[in-house]
């Protein structure tokens, strides 16, 4: 993994969170119903006519319904409950060794220009006699992902949720991730990463614990080691 995973410093601008009571994280929850197909692929078509196209052209005679369909597909985080979502999938066990599920990887909806982010998310916690199915924390993200976001909600709201649905000792999440808004529209610079985080309980105040996930998650297939 690049270096820019040392969030001390260099071109990584790293947004600090608190565990000092600072409000609840927005809720983006949605209305929880799901999307209107029908009323989506008619905006569509307003939106081709506004940008002085021709939908009843052969090649957009289908454009609304995949948009559509793309969009309530990219969205469908909002359908999904986290509760029901780790039912039965929360384990007693006495240990208390980090647990790090790294490379995950994510799409997600810039909230601002509707434009994709993408990228990784490295997720490491330190239970408290109870772990979670692994295949559980990528649904996590999943389901936080597949809605309209910014990329430091998104990586406070994976970390808070663990933490709360574990009581977990600690959470560490890094989400890395490349905006189109940014590659193919305004500074329009292809190679900006942007890297976030969100440490809670012992990965913020045990400085060894966080150097530690850092570490581990920077030991990715054709990362440094170092």
Known sequence: MPDRLNLSGGRVAKRKQTEKRRGPVEDVGGSGQPADLQSLQSLVTQMLLALGEKPNRHGLLKTPERVAKALAFMTQGYQRNIDHLLNGALFPIE???????????????????????????????????????????????????????????????????????????????????????????????QNTVAVTSSMLGAFRSQPQTRLEFLKLIRKSSGGDSD
């Open 95 to 189: 240990y208390d060794e980090m647990v790090i599920v790294k490379d995950i990887d994510f799409f997600s909806m810039c909230e601002h220009h509707l434009l994709p982010f993408f990228g990784k998310v490295h997720v490491g916690y330190l239970p408290n006699k109870k772990v979670v199915g692994l295949s559980k924390i990528p649904r996590i993200v999943d389901t936080f992902a597949r809605r309209l976001q910014v990329q430091e909600r998104l990586t406070v709201q994976i970390a808070e949720t663990l933490k709360d649905k574990l009581n977990a000792n600690g959470v560490g999440v890094v989400v890395e991730a490349r905006h189109l808004c940014m590659m193919m529209r305004g500074v329009e610079k």
